[in-house]
Each structure stands twice: as structure tokens, then as C-alpha cells.
């Protein structure tokens, strides 16, 4: 079975560019989250797709930052502009069912997009 | 803010047992443990969970008192392939799945 994959492995931009970045989770599975870590810092959620539904966007940094995930399969998570301080590791990370909220549900993750904004 | 507290980093040699605690005074009762390992420029990968008392995969152990308020990750007899950080979480307040990570305890195994 195919893990979570992430498209680009790498992406480097110049600041005001915009920037796709796109997951693929395993098959199957509802739950889909990002996750990001900036230069030197921590692992911190930035959202979570229950299907096509955004169940919880409170760790988006601000509106420059849009995910989606139509039909509930793949996501995408565009930054627009970017700046400086988006560069960092954007992780991504699915799993199978909504526990609501009892964090049972392993979530598997990706191997990361790289984003250097210079 | 992260919920657990681990040791920022251990050393270890290759074929000896690993121990990593992870305190977490907070935890709340519906909350799940859970440890994640990670290898440089890898995501995170689950190791194992548990609720309370001990659990065991072909991997790990997991080791939690009756109080919860700790748990003890066991690693039997490493490898230099078992070099990574090591990552405790506890679930959120607000009933989400998301998780919390802290900084993590990043093992060195030597040969």
C-alpha cells in the first residue's frame, strides 16, 4: 500500500511568488493534516480536512496561506505571496477515521516539501 | 504549548536497551500516548500507543504508570539505524485530532 506522498520534495522561490504544494494520502482516509516546521522551531499543526471539510484550519499562520482538498481525495496548500518566514518543512499526514477527538487514529506522514523563500 | 517534556538528547551504543521518558503531568483522561520517531529529512513515523499499563510491538515498548502522568519509551538492544528524534504526544484540550509535538529527544547511537 502506497504511503502519504508529497509533491514538490523541494521548492524554492523568490518572495511575492506563489507556491503549490500537494498531498497525496494514503487511500482510504479521511483525515488529512499539515503540518509545518519553520527554521529551528517545532512541528506545528496548521490544519485538518475531515473528507473535503475543513474540520480545523487554527494553526493557519494567516491568509496568505489556502488549503483545499476537493472530492476529499488529494490537497493542496498554496501560499500567496509567500514570504521569508514560510520557508521551512511542510509535512503532511492522513488517517483512516474520525475519532472525534480522542487522538486514537495513527496519522501517518509524508516525507515533507522543503519550501525556501529567498 | 506542547504537553510533554522529554530529555532534549541521549547517547547510546549500539545493542544496549533504551529508555526515554516522557513527563506529562496534564494529561487528560481521554488522552491517548503516543510516540513518533523521526529520521533527517523524513516525516514522522508512528512507533506506538497506548493507554495505560504496558504495550508492546515488534519495535518498541511502551511503558505507562497508573497515574499517567509518564510514560517510557523502551528500545531493545539498538542499532545505529535507530539514531533519529523521538517524539512523545499526548492528545489536545479541545478534542481535535491534531498533534502537539515538543522538541523531542534526539538519540545517538554509537557503534
Known amino acids: 500500500e502506497a504511503g502519504v506522498t508529497q509533491f514538490p520534495s523541494h521548492s524554492v522561490i523568490e518572495k511575492g511568488q506563489t507556491v503549490t504544494l500537494r498531498c497525496d494520502p494514503i487511500?482510504?482516509?479521511?483525515?488529512l493534516y499539515w503540518y509545518r516546521r519553520v527554521m529551528g522551531k517545532e512541528i506545528k499543526f496548521l490544519l485538518h480536512?475531515?473528507?473535503?471539510?475543513?474540520?480545523?484550519e487554527s494553526g493557519m499562520p494567516n491568509n496568505r496561506f489556502l488549503a483545499e482538498r476537493t472530492g476529499g481525495t488529494y490537497s493542496t496548500l498554496k501560499v500567496q505571496p509567500a514570504e521569508l518566514e514560510d520557508s521551512g518543512v511542510y509535512f503532511c499526514a492522513s488517517s483512516q477515521d474520525w475519532s472525534g477527538g480522542f487522538n486514537t487514529d495513527t496519522q501517518y506522514f509524508g516525507p515533507g516539501t522543503r519550501l525556501t523563500v529567498l | 504549548l506542547a504537553k510533554t517534556t522529554q530529555p532534549i538528547s541521549m547517547d547510546s551504543y549500539e545493542g544496549q536497551e533504551v529508555n526515554i521518558t516522557c513527563s506529562h503531568n496534564?494529561?487528560?483522561?481521554?488522552?491517548?500516548i503516543t510516540w513518533y520517531q523521526q529520521f533527517p529529512s523524513q516525516g514522522p513515523r508512528f512507533i506506538i500507543q497506548g493507554y495505560k499499563t504496558k504495550v508492546t510491538n515488534e519495535v518498541a515498548s511502551l511503558f505507562i504508570p497508573a497515574d499517567r502522568k509518564s510514560s517510557t519509551l523502551s528500545l531493545p538492544r539498538v542499532s545505529l539505524s535507530d539514531t533519529a528524534v523521538y517524539y512523545c504526544l499526548v492528545g489536545d484540550d479541545d478534542n481535535t485530532d491534531k498533534l502537539i509535538f515538543g522538541t523531542g529527544t534526539r538519540l545517538q547511537v554509537f557503534p
Open positions: 496534564n494529561i487528560a483522561t481521554n488522552d491517548y
Open positions: 480536512f475531515v473528507k473535503e471539510s475543513k474540520q480545523d
Open positions: 487511500s482510504g482516509h479521511d483525515n
